[in-house]
T-cell receptor, first 115, second 115 residues
C-alpha cells in the first residue's frame, strides 16, 4: 500500500454515461497526477496539479475529460459521454516537496470498462 | 505521446540470471526514473538517476544513464521469480521555463523470471 487511494477500483458503464473517479493522495504531497493506461502500454499522461492549480493538461485529452482538486487535497476525474475508447486503467499518483526531482507514489488504479 | 522506448519489449530468463532492460528517450531531461508494475496494479518506484549522474545502485539494481546517447539501462542481478513484472522508464523533460514536474513513461519491458 503506497498511501494513495483510488475509488472505485472497477467501474462498468454504458456508452454515453458520465463517470467520476476519486483519488486521495498522500496527505503532505502537493503534486497530484492522472495517467491512463491500456493493456500492454505504458501510462499516458493526462494532467497534473500543484496544490489546487491544474498546471498542465495533455493535448490528447478531449473536452469530455475534466479534473479538479478543489482544496489541494483529493482530486476527481470526470469523463462525460463515455465512449468505448475510454476503456482503460486510470491511475493517480502523488509526490511531495517543491523540488522537480521527485518520485511518484501510485494508487492501484480504477479500471473502467465502457460497454 | 510516449517519450521513452524500452527494449526489449519482453524478456524471459531463468532465476539467478541477470536481466538488462534499455530505455531511449528524445528530449533533454532533469531525471530518469524506473518503475515496476505487477499485473493489474499501480506502479512502484524503483530508482531515480539525475541528469548529471552516470550510474546508480540500489540493492540488486544498477542503472546507467548516457545523456549524450539519450539512453539508460536497468540491470537486475541474480533475478528471482518475484521479479516477474513490467518495468517502465520515465523521464522528466526539461521545459523552457524549467518548471518541470511531468513524468513521461515508455512502453515498458515485460520480464518473466522462471524458477
Amino acid at each position: 500500500d503506497t498511501g494513495v487511494s483510488q475509488d472505485p477500483r472497477h467501474k462498468i458503464t454504458k456508452r454515453g454515461q458520465n463517470v467520476t473517479f476519486r483519488c486521495d493522495p498522500i496527505s503532505e504531497h502537493n503534486r497530484l497526477y492522472w495517467y491512463r493506461q491500456t493493456l500492454g502500454q505504458g501510462p499516458e499522461f493526462l494532467t497534473y496539479f500543484q496544490n489546487e492549480a491544474q498546471l498542465e493538461k495533455s493535448r490528447l485529452l478531449s473536452d469530455r475529460f475534466s479534473a479538479e482538486r478543489p482544496k489541494g487535497s483529493f482530486s476527481t476525474l470526470e469523463i462525460q459521454r463515455t465512449e468505448q475508447g475510454d476503456s482503460a486503467m486510470y491511475l493517480c499518483a502523488s509526490c511531495g516537496g517543491l523540488a522537480t526531482n521527485e518520485k511518484l507514489f501510485f494508487g492501484s488504479g480504477t479500471q473502467l470498462s465502457v460497454l | 505521446s510516449q517519450q521513452g522506448e524500452e527494449d526489449p519489449q519482453a524478456l524471459s530468463i531463468q532465476e539467478g540470471e541477470n536481466a538488462t532492460m534499455n530505455c531511449s528517450y528524445k528530449t533533454s531531461i532533469n531525471n530518469l526514473q524506473w518503475y515496476r508494475q505487477n499485473s493489474g496494479r499501480g506502479l512502484v518506484h524503483l530508482i531515480l538517476i539525475r541528469s548529471n549522474e552516470r550510474e546508480k545502485h540500489s540493492g540488486r539494481l544498477r542503472v546507467t544513464l548516457d545523456t549524450s546517447k539519450k539512453s539508460s539501462s536497468l540491470l537486475i542481478t541474480a533475478s528471482r521469480a518475484a521479479d516477474t513484472a513490467s518495468y517502465f522508464c520515465a523521464t522528466e523533460p526539461v521545459l523552457y521555463d524549467n518548471q518541470g514536474g511531468k513524468l513521461i513513461f515508455g512502453q515498458g519491458t515485460e520480464l518473466s523470471v522462471k524458477p
